[in-house]
């Protein structure tokens, strides 16, 4: 039988919901469009299997993950029904991960702590995968320990910096296990736009005077965001990635910048980059991005999750630098989309050690 990619997944909101249901499409459609990858590592996407997940939602907990996926506040779209996949919701420790404003959508459950390291064990799963509201920064904390307990790679969807960070990075080192992120660089998202028409701009000798990314949405991330004290490291986040293609500083403004609440999980993003090229002449370049956030985030973690355990079976320790270049916006190193992308196929071919 071939070999599994066993996941375990913190926070079954949208996010959860799109890879739970594109990994079922892809495994009954097989290779088809929408996918970068089809295999990677010997892993196809019918290889990956969510085998345990944590939320904290009464909503979800205590139900089997087919079911929960479509439980309110989701809202992103159903593109097929879900079997039932065996796998019940357990309640995760809360900490700080709902919010100011997510605490009136979001009934949490009145039971107890579920044991997640003994169910990342018993459930025999290969990686955590982190999917939590952003500003969940202890939550976030505890799951990379448990990660680490549970002797289990771990996978950070969200700017809680773990994977970019030295000292959490030296824990899974000397733990001998994987660690890639931090914060998904979604599959034709925001961030890769922009850092693609910065990067384009500079290489063709443009000098850009100014560029902002403003971003809206309806679901419960983009309601969560008007929290402006959680959003700290998700400005740097996105920041840091448009930033690192220009060799000097560009007057940046990057955010969240509403909740759209009919939208629902539609994002918007409007780009403006303002520059001069050959003789002082202004350029100005405008652009209107339209997704649906959650599959953006699926075509890409699709990827990192089998790259996580193609690190596994190399028995590759610590921060996996071009696979967190490649699907990650505030990864160890920052790296221009095509060289990330030439890495990351280096890496998950064997060629190159991280
Ligand atoms: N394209 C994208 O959608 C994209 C891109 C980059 C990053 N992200 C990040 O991924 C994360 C998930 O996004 P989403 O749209 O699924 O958000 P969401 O709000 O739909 O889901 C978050 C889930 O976490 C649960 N939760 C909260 N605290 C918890 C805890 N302590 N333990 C377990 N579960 C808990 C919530 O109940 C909810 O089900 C967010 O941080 C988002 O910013 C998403």
């Known amino acids: 039988m071939a070999k599994k990619v066993k996941v375990a997944i913190a926070g079954v909101g949208n996010c959860a919901s799109a890879l739970v249901q594109g990994l079922h499409y892809y495994s009954k459609k097989g290779p088809d469009e929408g996918l970068t990858y089809w295999d990677i590592g010997g892993y196809t996407p019918k290889d990956v299997q969510i085998v345990a997940a944590f939320d904290v939602n009464s909503m979800k907990v205590g139900k089997d993950l087919s079911k929960a996926i479509f439980q309110p506040p989701n809202n992103t779209v159903k593109i097929t029904d879900v079997p039932e996949m065996g796998v019940k919701v357990k309640k995760g420790p809360l900490h700080d991960g709902i919010g100011k404003y997510l605490k009136d959508v979001v009934p949490v459950s009145a039971q107890p702590d579920h044991d997640v390291v003994q169910e990342i064990k018993d459930t025999g799963a290969d990686m955590l995968v982190n999917y939590l509201p952003v500003g969940s920064t202890m939550a976030t904390a ?205 890496f998950t071919s064997g060629k190159r050690g991280r």
Not at 280 to 286: A, E, F, T
Not at 307 to 327: M, N, P, V, Y
């Open 142 to 346: 505890a799951y990379a320990e448990s990660a680490l307990k549970a002797g289990v790679a771990f996978v950070n969807a969200i700017p809680v910096f773990i994977a970019s960070d030295g000292k959490w990075a030296a824990k899974f080192t000397e733990a001998g296990l994987p660690v890639a992120g931090d914060d998904v660089m979604s599959q034709v998202g925001a961030t890769v736009l922009h850092k693609t028409l910065v990067k384009m701009a500079i290489d063709r000798g443009v000098k850009v005077d100014e560029t902002y990314q403003l971003n809206i949405g309806g679901d419960t991330d983009f309601l969560n965001m008007l929290e402006e004290t959680r959003l700290k490291d998700k400005r740097e986040s996105k920041t840091s990635a448009v930033r690192a293609m220009s060799p000097y500083e560009v007057p940046t403004r990057i955010g969240p910048s509403d909740y759209v609440p009919f939208l629902d999980n539609d994002k918007v993003c409007y780009i403006w980059l303002k520059g001069r090229y050959f003789g002082g002449s202004v350029v100005k370049i405008d652009v209107k991005l339209h997704v649906v956030d959650a599959y953006d985030s699926g075509g890409v973690m699709v990827d990192a999750i089998r790259g996580t355990k193609a690190a596994l079976d190399r028995g590759i320790a610590g921060q996996l630098e071009s696979l967190s270049a490649f699907c990650f916006k505030h990864p160890p190193v920052q790296m221009p989309y095509q060289a990330a992308k030439a890495a990351f196929e280096e």
